[in-house]
């Protein structure tokens, strides 16, 4: 699978700007969600479970051991960037914020700061420190988990924020120079392959410079794994999944980043789809996707395919 042919991949465009491979670190900082704590709500977003994608043993080991200790399994590569992924990684005071996101840059092998994050819990704060590393040469990235434009679906799946707190926050992060990336999930209750096309136009209309998609999962824990049981919530076929996701990518500009066109997660955790166990099978079907309908622009007009 040669994906960076058809698609403008964030890893192509690393080794294009370092020279070489530059892997990401997950690191879990020990930050809390808004929307788990009581400050914006309870029970956290229907479909999360966090610990089903990070492993929350981690978040007692101090920033530079967790960096120290995934390099080491990594092998990979001399250079790294530090994903500040678990829960809300803006959610602190700035003071504690510098202090973790300076010990991963402190490192030798780090890059920069990949900043997970939720809309609404960016303050101006936390931007000014990310626009003075970007500023010193780092690279630097805020993650903003969007999941969908549409109002109705974020209350109805307990997000706590709307569109409008994304647009106000991309808007600010945009005034300062920093790279953003959005989070948007496909197979949402309720929602149609038109409502997902929606969502990417008004996304690519606020301004952003890199997109994560992700199938929806149901995983243990979660509110929906609940509704799933009953019988309520149906989830995608992996053809109806890189169907959608193919079609996305041909209607995004050539020069939007893809940090990621689909996900995984691991059984016991996962429950449904069974397909989201094998992330190199839903990644193959849409590059084959890719191959046979188009690659990414070419439904506006602004494909072309990309040099290795």
């Not at 930050?31 to 709500?41: A, K, M, T, V």
């Not at 809309?119 to 704060?125: I, K, L, S, W």
């Not at 919530?233 to 996305?248: H, N, P, R, T, W």
């Not at 094998?278 to 890719?290: F, G, K, R, T």
């Amino acid at each position: 699978m040669q994906l960076h042919l058809v698609v403008n991949t964030f890893g192509s465009d690393l080794q294009r700007r370092y020279g070489e491979k530059i892997y990401k670190l997950t690191l879990h900082g020990g930050f809390s969600c808004p929307n788990r704590d009581g400050n914006i709500g309870q029970g956290g977003c229907t479909f999360c479970n966090v610990a089903s994608i990070i492993d929350e043993s981690i978040q007692v080991k101090s920033i530079s051991d967790q960096l120290n200790l995934q390099a080491q399994q990594m092998k990979k590569s001399k250079r790294y960037l530090a994903y500040f992924q678990a829960y809300t990684s803006t959610y602190a005071e700035v003071e504690i914020l510098k202090n973790m996101y300076e010990q991963a840059l402190n490192s030798a092998d780090i890059v920069g700061l990949c900043v997970g994050t939720r809309p609404d819990c960016v303050p101006n704060e936390a931007l000014d420190l990310l626009a003075y590393y970007q500023s010193n040469g780092y690279e630097v990235w805020l993650e903003l988990g969007l999941q969908t434009g549409h109002d109705k679906t974020l209350h109805y799946i307990n997000r706590g924020h709307t569109f409008d707190d994304y647009y106000q926050t991309v808007q600010k992060a945009r005034k300062l120079g920093i790279k953003v990336c959005t989070h948007l999930i496909i197979g949402l209750p309720k929602e149609t392959k038109q409502d997902n096309f929606i969502t990417l136009e008004r996304v690519l209309d606020s301004g952003v410079d890199g997109l994560k998609l992700h199938p929806l999962h149901i995983v243990e824990g979660s509110i929906m794994a609940k509704a799933w049981r009953a019988g309520r919530l149906a989830v995608l076929s992996l053809d109806e999944y890189v169907d959608i996701a193919g079609d996305i990518i041909r209607q995004t500009p050539a020069n939007i980043l893809y940090h990621r066109i689909s996900a995984n997660a691991r059984k016991p955790n996962l429950l449904a789809p069974n397909w989201c166990e094998n992330h190199w099978q839903s990644m193959n079907a849409i590059d084959h996707n890719l191959r046979q309908f188009g690659a990414q622009g070419s439904a506006i007009g602004d494909c072309y395919f990309f040099k290795s």
